[in-house]
């Protein structure tokens, strides 16, 4: 039995951060598995809201989680940057991902000062920013891209479907640029290894609804992984597939 149960958070925990409905049973397998001793980490792309705006709302609902068992593409970028030693960043992203930066003591800076460029989803992005983040790029500044999400769902100002994601539009600047990103989401390895915590991969167990980010980052890592709903991808074979966390509960609690 695993130790450790890392969860995504968008399509598993919650329909989608912007409204955070918790799914059926979210609640009722936290508990046990915390009851019973198991560690719990959410684990999710989202950089568009900050680590303590996610937990914020999934704790009023009524999940039993910790501001510490919250793992944020945001915050993790936040983090690694902080470790490079930088402080100024030139921030594309709605609110979120600056409030991460901000909390970690880094400055969002929009000048020439910048020592990093940072790229969340900007549902409000100008061709402007955009163009001023790749002059920086051009410049030498390094590219980190918080997340790794390609299109995400969500809902924007009556608007409701699929959004770019974050790796389009830092691809953009690659593209434009000639330099690499730097990814921080899964499928990178760094969000998992900071929910992990020296944890041996092996004891810990991946729950996503996305094959590519969830399953396959997890198993490179040597983690089991379950694969929650309908969406499949070509060669990625997760340990477990379930609709949902009702299944995943009678699994594990028959
Ligand atoms: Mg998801």
């Not at 149960?5 to 508990?31: R, S």
């Not at 899964?186 to 915590?197: G, Q, T």
Request: charged share 30%; net charge neutral; proline share 4%.
């Amino acid at each position: 039995m695993w130790r450790h149960f890392l969860f995504d958070i968008e399509g598993v925990i919650c329909d989608d951060m912007d409204n955070a409905n918790l799914k059926e049973m979210a609640v009722k397998l936290l508990e046990r598995l915390k009851r019973e001793g198991k560690r719990v980490s959410l684990v999710s792309n989202v950089s568009r809201k900050s680590r303590r705006f996610v937990f914020e709302t999934l704790k009023l609902k009524g999940l039993p989680i910790e501001l510490e068992e919250v793992f944020t593409a945001g915050y993790v970028a936040a983090k690694y940057i902080r470790d490079l030693g930088f402080k100024r960043c030139f921030v594309i992203s709605e609110g979120g991902l600056r409030e991460d930066l901000l909390e970690l003591g880094l400055e969002p800076v929009d000048d020439e000062s910048a020592e990093v460029v940072v790229i969340g989803t900007d549902r409000g992005l100008t061709y402007q920013r955009l163009n001023y983040a790749m002059r920086l790029v051009i410049k030498g500044r390094k590219l980190v891209c918080a997340g790794a999400s390609t299109i995400f769902k969500g809902s924007y100002l009556g608007d409701a479907g699929y959004f770019m994601g974050e790796s389009s539009i830092a691809e953009a600047i690659k593209h434009a640029t000639k330099k690499e990103v730097e990814y921080v989401g899964k499928p990178h390895p760094r969000i998992f290894m900071e929910a992990l915590n020296g944890e041996e991969p092996s004891n810990a167990v991946m729950i996503g609804d996305r094959p590519i980010p969830d399953v396959m980052g997890a198993k490179s890592l040597g983690m089991s992984t379950v694969l929650v709903g309908g969406e499949r991808a070509l060669g990625i074979k997760p340990d477990l597939v379930v609709s949902g966390l009702r299944e995943l509960y009678e699994y594990l609690y028959p």
